[in-house]
């Protein structure tokens, strides 16, 4: 009697492992989400060059009177740059199996980052500001609201990636700290540094065509 039960449970556990879809044990290998991290890059960094060309070439044929450049700049940039630094740093770690340091090299970067967004932000609503009350100042004398409108998309394109960027480096945090399989474990690290490090260049490419035109 106990054979026959055995055997009808190890039928019954093969019917159901057979019946399981096989696309529920499906995992992408680590490098197909590097790939997309590099294709998401490319194509932000277009955009990027094309918003900023179009920029300066309205700033040139259109000025701002009275543009200063607000500090909060000089400050978040500072920050910012040591945040890519401390994610590097976290990623190299988990690279030598040294994951505890690896987590607090993250939790510095992600708590840096944050601090980013703090000085920015009423630096960024300052800019916007200038560029509005210049863009009202020369409506009535035929002048053109296009630097309004490109800084304002230039902004919103880097608050909105910034703060994306920080929310998947929160989550890596948690992530971090699992015991988790350790080649995807650098896989998520190194594309979060594909994607901060491109934030930080084209912030800061981003500040010096603010800054000299």
């Given at each position: ?146 630097p309004y409108m490109l800084i304002l998309v230039l ?59």
């Open positions: 009697m106990n054979a026959i039960t055995s055997e009808h449970g190890r039928a019954d556990r093969r019917t159901a492992t057979e019946a399981r879809d096989p696309l529920e044990s499906f995992r992408a290998p680590p490098g197909a989400g590097t790939l997309v991290t590099w294709l998401f890059v490319a194509g932000l960094a277009v955009a990027f060059a094309w918003l900023l060309i179009g920029y300066m070439l309205t700033r040139s044929n259109t000025p701002v009177p009275g543009l200063t450049v607000p500090v909060w700049f000089w400050f978040s940039t500072f920050i910012l740059l040591v945040s890519s630094v401390c994610l590097h740093w976290s990623y190299l770690s988990m690279k030598m199996g040294r994951s505890t340091v690896a987590g607090y090299a993250l939790l510095l970067s992600t708590t840096l980052g944050w601090v980013f967004v703090l000085l920015q932000t009423p630096g960024l609503v300052k800019l916007v500001q200038m560029h509005r009350e210049s863009a009202e100042a020369t409506a009535g004398g035929g002048g053109s609201a296009a902004v919103a394109l880097h608050g909105l990636h910034t703060v994306a960027g920080l929310a998947r480096m929160t989550a890596l945090n948690r992530r971090t700290h699992q015991n988790s399989d350790h080649e995807y474990g650098i896989a998520h690290l190194k594309q979060m540094c594909l994607f901060w490090h491109f934030l930080a260049i084209a912030w800061v490419l981003m500040f010096g065509v603010i800054l000299w035109t």
